[in-house]
T-cell receptor
Framework: GQNIDQPTEMTATEGAIVQINCTYQ??????LFWYQQHAGEAPTFLSY????GLEEKGRFSSFLSRSKGYSYLLLKELQMKDSASYLC??????????FGAGTTVTVRA | IAGITQAPTSQILAAGRRMTLRCTQD?????MYWYRQDLGLGLRLIHY???????GKGEVPDGYSVSRANTDDFPLTLASAVPSQTSVYFC???????????FGEGSRLTVL
């Protein structure tokens, strides 16, 4: 089984930076994903980490430390459209993907 | 470009009725999944299938059944719906190499 923890809510100002942390406990770790989900919509893929370190993709970056069971998603130059839920998900084995409860980010003008 | 198609989009159902949520993918992914999403609980895995002909139980399988007769279709059946099964249901499939999930648009089910 898995235990995935992330903050429930975060609020930030347009143009700022926000860091969403995710901690997990699992056996058979095989990758960590971040998904974005706007209200009433399906989740969409943001990033994937399987090795330690930072993955950068435009305004979004994701970091992984496997030894600490820790990841973060960094959102830079926040825009209003970034207001959404951000889901941390851990893959165990080849197929099973388990999700945290999600972090709702609200961007204010 | 279809990806994953779910039906129905929304349904209101009387308790005790049988209901099947349909899911079809056109990406030839081997693995498919059913999740339910409830406020404050996030996405919880109900059942999954690694390949056609095989299925497995996820975190919350009770009250649900699935079948995987072919690669493309993965229906979810509620044999006798109960109000606690009121939720948004997402079907997903995954790429074999990265494990990235591709989601359908969801089916909102209300059991009264």
């Amino acid at each position: 089984g898995q235990n995935i923890d992330q903050p429930t809510e975060m609020t930030a100002t347009e143009g700022a930076i926000v860091q969403i942390n995710c901690t997990y406990q699992t056996s058979g770790f095989n990758g960590l994903f971040w998904y974005q989900q706007h209200a009433g919509e399906a989740p969409t893929f943001l990033s994937y980490n399987v090795l330690d370190g930072l993955e950068e993709k435009g305004r979004f970056s994701s970091f992984l430390s496997r030894s600490k069971g820790y990841s973060y998603l960094l959102l830079k130059e926040l825009q209003m459209k970034d207001s959404a839920s951000y889901l941390c998900a851990v893959r165990e084995g080849d197929y099973k993907l388990s999700f945290g409860a999600g972090t709702t980010v609200t961007v204010r003008a | 470009i279809a990806g994953i198609t779910q039906a129905p989009t929304s349904q209101i159902l009387a308790a005790g009725r049988r209901m099947t949520l349909r899911c079809t993918q056109d990406m030839r992914h081997n693995a498919m999944y059913w999740y339910r999403q409830d406020l404050g609980l996030g996405l919880r895995l109900i059942h999954y299938s690694n390949t056609a002909g095989t299925t497995g139980k996820g975190e919350v399988p009770d009250g649900y059944s699935v079948s995987r007769a072919n690669t493309d279709d993965f229906p979810l059946t509620l044999a006798s719906a109960v109000p606690s099964q009121t939720s948004v249901y997402f079907c997903a499939s995954s790429d074999s190499y990265t494990g990235e999930l591709f989601f359908g648009e969801g089916s909102r089910l209300t059991v009264l």
